[in-house]
């Protein structure tokens, strides 16, 4: 299968994903070597035929990945379609056996928090290995309006409500198809005659995003059809204002990350001061910072609270001094 | 009934409601007269308690004004109670009977909207005749979930996503407790054994807003029983940015409000731009602003596709033009 082979309508949108990259997520993808997390569902395999028709125009160097959890009867199944495919279309192809049971009895996490990170450090060892650039995964469009739902719930600030970042260079991953719809992609597959292997189940292990996916998104999708489209607006508006504020804050050099002067707060408006604070906290590592937590470090200090310390998802602490804010972490009981 | 003569505790959340007014709405209640919106259900009872409480201690002057729909086979009892109550408060009492179906037949509009525009005409005409520095509503947290997720379907950007403003200076509205949950407002009635008229339908007319509270708001709060709080919270970021934004963005002189310079707008972030557009937009008059009129707009004047006309809602248009933006509105055609 060829560019010039499929419908025009379906070569245009394929060849807006190397537009998409560079004009809203600042990534050149010409001549890239990509590892595609590819679990030859519905996403995945749509993401793996677009990738492989630029494969020839882009030079792409590309490389399946693929997670077998094991956790669900067809996996099996799965794996095997996936190595068929990807020996069909000659892109380099690797499995691994995620075995998550174990893996969440040693660490005591979630099983879905489990499975995530154990997919992720795979993925990550994958593009290691192949010295490639990015690793590229499905999510699209109502992905996003999940996501969107699941952050409004949590208690995000803006702009991270608008969603997951398109790129994400710390963890180098690259999400390609933000702005298709899934059902932009089941027609690109069906149109192609590409088959995929259908997840029976579609559930997740997280209950929470079960319901949003399965009870909440269809009677927000009830009041507005287009609620992808709407939700990936909200999206590029994130992105526009993440960018903004990236500018808008002062560098910090390293040093001052641990210890926010007054100095620096001085004249310093709330909006760019939450700001601060966050950024501060993300570069610590990973936990999710919420409005509240920011909201009430900042009311801490600007009461001059002395002494009060506001704890952060991640076991991140920061203490309200006389001469700042100090960010460290928490100190773990034996 | 008498601050000190109520629990400690509601005292203390009555005080609250200046304080919130001053801090979050840059509002001081004192010495002002306000009309208070008062339709005699759960809501603005306590509204009207809750000022009547504040009365002596911050000198406020009260109206109350009562807007008899007629929709309703209960509305006669609903307006004698209302009449009651306040005789018996010793509040001046004023209502008016507004025949919505026949200003609907006359406007051609929907039946919410005129109401709508029906209620705040005459709640206006009462502030005029008070000579009333505010006219208070009792819109609370749970209204604000409501209102943020009918932003969220309808494309509404950051930081209009927050919920509806706390203080419109130009309606001359004021809604002091937005920071209450409704649950908080039925603990202070039945603690302070006050009767409401419960309201039998408690349905909008309008069917998106009647399934965003009956189906879409339980199931939020049945992931996060603190939904409501967390819509706070985004409002309260929405209000921080939104005053962030209003010092960033240059003041235009009134005559460069219809025609945005092409120098204005060099080297001015995207950010900005978006906001410069809605700022002009909403000085124009009614009319919600989405997020992709913006960024539909912004795209056009960066391709420089001179001649494009951007469309918004209330007749209000944008022309890309070499020179700049010319901000207009749509001939009718007659």
Same mark, same amino acid.
């Given at each position: ?151 409004? #719930? /949590? ?9 997951? %970042? =398109? ?5 180098? *991953? $690259? !999400? ?97 001061? #939450? /700001? ?9 590592? %990973? =936990? ?5 937590? *920011? $909201? !009430? ?38």
């Amino acid at each position: 299968m060829r560019l010039q082979d499929i419908p025009r309508h379906l070569a245009r949108r394929c060849l807006g994903i190397p537009r998409f990259c560079r004009e809203s997520l600042g990534v050149e993808l010409r001549g890239t070597r990509l590892v595609v997390a590819y679990s030859a569902g519905l996403d995945s395999t749509a993401l793996l035929h677009l990738l492989h028709l630029l494969r020839a125009p882009l030079n792409l160097t590309l490389i399946a990945a693929h997670a077998h959890h094991g956790l669900r009867p067809e996996s099996d199944r799965e794996l095997e379609h996936a190595r068929e495919v990807c020996s069909r279309l000659s892109i380099a192809f690797q499995a691994a056996h995620l075995d998550i049971p174990s893996l969440q009895a040693a660490s005591g996490r979630g099983l879905e928090e489990c499975a995530r990170q154990a997919r992720y450090a795979f993925l990550e060892s994958v593009r290691q290995e192949h010295q490639a650039d990015w690793i590229t995964t499905a999510h699209h469009g109502d992905d996003l309006a999940e996501d969107i739902v699941m952050r409004l #719930l /949590r208690g995000t600030g803006w702009p991270g409500l608008g969603g997951m %970042p =398109g790129v994400d260079p710390k963890r180098g *991953l $690259l !999400r390609p198809l933000l702005d298709w719809e899934k059902n932009g992609l089941r027609s690109f597959l069906e149109e192609t005659g590409t088959g995929w292997c259908e997840d029976q189940s579609n559930a997740s292990p997280d209950r929470t995003r079960n319901r949003v996916r399965h009870d909440i998104l269809p009677l927000l999708r009830r009041e507005n059809p287009s609620f992808a489209k709407t939700s990936m607006q909200l999206w590029t508006l994130a992105q526009i204002d993440e960018e903004y504020w990236s500018q808008a804050l002062p560098l910090l050099p390293a040093p001052m990350r641990n210890f926010l002067l007054a100095s620096a707060l001085l004249d310093v408006h709330q909006a760019k001061r #939450l /700001r601060l604070y966050k950024t501060i906290l993300d570069s610590m590592g %990973p =936990g999710q910072v919420l409005a509240s937590h *920011l $909201l !009430r470090l900042d009311t801490a200090w600007m009461r001059k609270n002395c002494g009060r310390a506001i704890q952060f998802p991640g076991d991140k602490v920061a203490s309200v001094q006389p001469e700042g804010i100090r960010f460290h972490f928490q100190k773990r009981s034996s």
